[in-house]
T-cell receptor, first 116, second 109 residues
Framework: GAVVSQHPSRVICKSGTSVKIECRSLDFQATTMFWYRQFPKQSLMLMATSNEGSKATYEQGVEKDKFLINHASLTLSTLTVTSAHPEDSSFYIC????????????FGQGTRLTVV | LAKTTQPISMDSYEGQEVNITCSHNNIATNDYITWYQQFPSQGPRFIIQGYKTKVTNEVASLFIPADRKSSTLSLPRVSLSDTAVYYCLVGDRNEKLTFGTGTRLTIIP
């Protein structure tokens, strides 16, 4: 299957700083990318849907000014957690699709964010 | 998006066949059933997808009865490396993926 790469795999930052997470589709062009957040022992929670060249669509309850998403090209989407706080500590996962169907969703390896 | 219900956890011994059932009573005509596997600290991995009857690939089989209100993921001869969380998702192929609680499968040596 296709490869989606996330970077970094883990990051520790100080409270109040911003952190950028990259999601790249390595061998295909992703028309749509999704960002999820997962707390320990819980399921993935969809945060936003990102389409290349347009503004992201955020799920209810997700602050768009806090979680900035940029999908500048068909192979790269970034999630920036601004003014991070300890409660933002979580596992962030991206996925990318080629737009042909549910079975074409490929996930990155995730980013473990710890805010201290 | 059809809501799904799965057992929260299951245990099985190595070498056994494991069947995980997912209920989706409100499945719509255009919905497909897709299963993902997730290991700790990793992103989910696609296992199998089906619409009706039976689908089989190199890692699993998916059984879907005629009314499509449930589905069963079958893992043949599991090993310790199959310990993971398994998610059943139901939706139209153009929809965003929404994950339910999943089933935490533990394989016992």
């Amino acid at each position: 299957g296709a490869v989606v790469s996330q970077h970094p795999s883990r990051v520790i930052c100080k409270s109040g700083t911003s952190v950028k997470i990259e999601c790249r589709s390595l061998d295909f062009q992703a028309t749509t990318m999704f960002w999820y957040r997962q707390f320990p022992k819980q399921s993935l929670m969809l945060m936003a849907t990102s389409n290349e060249g347009s503004k992201a669509t955020y799920e209810q309850g997700v602050e768009k000014d806090k979680f900035l998403i940029n999908h500048a090209s068909l192979t790269l989407s970034t999630l920036t957690v601004t003014s991070a706080h300890p409660e933002d500590s979580s596992f962030y996962i991206c996925s990318a699709t080629v737009g042909r169907g549910v079975d074409e969703a490929f996930f990155g390896q995730g980013t473990r964010l710890t805010v201290v | 998006l059809a809501k799904t219900t799965q057992p929260i956890s299951m245990d099985s011994y190595e070498g056994q066949e494991v069947n995980i059932t997912c209920s989706h009573n409100n499945i719509a005509t255009n919905d497909y059933i897709t299963w993902y596997q997730q290991f700790p600290s990793q992103g989910p991995r696609f296992i199998i997808q089906g619409y009706k009857t039976k689908v089989t690939n190199e890692v699993a089989s998916l059984f879907i009865p005629a009314d499509r209100k449930s589905s069963t993921l079958s893992l043949p001869r599991v090993s310790l490396s199959d310990t993971a969380v398994y998610y059943c998702l139901v939706g139209d192929r153009n929809e965003k993926l929404t994950f339910g609680t999943g089933t935490r499968l533990t394989i016992i040596p």
